[in-house]
């Protein structure tokens, strides 16, 4: 199938190519963002700017509900709304650049690697995943503040409340649990270094389980978009209709049970495997505060209280461990430590006391500090 075919499957309609001098411009702003934002991460600037210069970049048209930017692996391009005014194109090309500078092909130009993203024979793993983390970095590139948001029922705080916003909190999630360092550079060198280390901590299953998660997401937001279209070109109310509205309601409550379902399994899996690690006191408190500061980066709803569950039950077996510790350890760091962390034990008591005063609200407040 041609470039142009396949454009045309995906509803794109070129209408012009950017010239060499606009191209040059974004790539070199880019280039400079990219290493200015990422300092550590082995990025040559001039390198880059090269590499990026070379993309061709179009206007064109697009179908409702497609992003405005989109990056085509086949002929190297990135395809803009027409809609997008020549200032915004910059920022709109960020997510779509470090696509182009993710991707591993073969020597027919098969696409078999994109960052987080593996490309087989028959399915794509991690596409959900991929995009969320390209998507986190480039509103860390822009500089996008945060700010709540709500989706689906769900409701949670966000750098990315247009884009991906429900994959990039679960995401986030991840970033905060075993470093936003190690997320990024796997994404943008293609390796699996982040998941290694993340399915190290957890298990395989459990990583395979959270990337499907993220991939589901992500498919039944686009069918909801399909759906949508299809409603808008409809020319009547008709039980076809109906049947596409119904299918819509059916599909938001399921991305809202399995953004729930993984955030759970996320907490469940690393703070459990994390407990088992505990060997001194200080590795309590810094347990405590990393599960205490997740609250940051949930997502909530009416009726969720797992997290709040889940807290409480944890600090009744740190407490148990702490105790543990303190009267039967032949740890020999632990003595220095006891009389500085004697206060411990009271104070499990006046968390729970805290979080069971206030067991209806599921998201503690954020301004919080112990």
């Known amino acids: 199938m041609s470039i142009k075919s396949d454009l045309k499957k995906d509803g794109i309609e070129v209408i012009e190519k950017l010239d060499t001098l606009k191209i040059n411009s974004i790539a070199k702003n880019i280039a400079s ?39 085509f692996y086949k002929n190297s391009s990135i395809y803009f709304n027409e809609h997008i005014p020549d200032d915004d194109m910059e920022e709109f090309a960020v997510h779509e650049c470090i696509h182009y500078l993710q991707e591993v092909k073969d020597k027919k130009n098969y696409l078999l ?48 409340p247009s884009y991906y916003p429900l994959e990039c909190c679960l995401v986030n999630q991840l970033a905060y649990l075993v470093g936003e360092d190690i997320l990024f550079k796997s994404t943008l060198n293609s390796n699996d270094d982040f998941k290694f280390l993340f399915a190290d901590i957890t298990s395989k299953k459990t990583f395979m389980t959270i990337q499907n998660a993220i991939d589901d997401i992500l498919f039944a937001e686009e069918d909801i978009i399909k759906l949508n279209n299809k409603i808008i070109n409809s020319d009547s109310q008709t039980k076809k209709v109906d049947d596409m509205v119904k299918k819509i309601d059916e599909l938001k409550n399921e991305i809202k049970l399995t953004f729930l379902r993984t955030q759970n399994l996320i907490i469940s899996s690393y703070f459990d495997s994390m407990f088992d690690k505990i060997s001194n006191l200080e590795e309590i408190e810094s347990y405590r505060k990393k599960l205490y500061s997740f609250k940051n980066y949930l997502g909530y709803c009416d009726g969720y209280t797992f997290f709040n569950d889940y807290y409480i039950q944890k600090m009744d077996l740190l407490e148990e461990k702490y105790n543990a510790l303190e009267n039967g350890t032949d740890i020999p760091s632990l003595n220095l430590i006891i009389k500085k962390e004697s206060k411990i034990s009271s104070f499990f008591k006046y968390l729970k006391r805290l979080i069971l005063g206030n067991k209806s609200n599921n998201v503690y407040n954020k301004n919080d500090e112990f």
């Open 33 to 71: 963002k990219l290493c200015e934002t990422f300092p550590n991460y082995g990025l040559n600037e001039n390198e880059l700017f090269i590499k990026l210069s070379r993309l061709d970049m179009y206007k064109a048209k697009m179908p409702d509900g497609m992003a405005e930017a989109n990056y």
């Open 113 to 160: 690697k994109m960052g987080l993203c593996d490309y087989t024979e028959f399915k794509i793993y991690g596409l959900g995943l991929n995009e969320a983390s390209v998507q986190l970095m480039s509103s860390k590139i822009i500089g996008i503040p945060k700010e709540y948001v709500k989706y689906f029922g769900i409701t949670f705080e966000t750098t990315s």
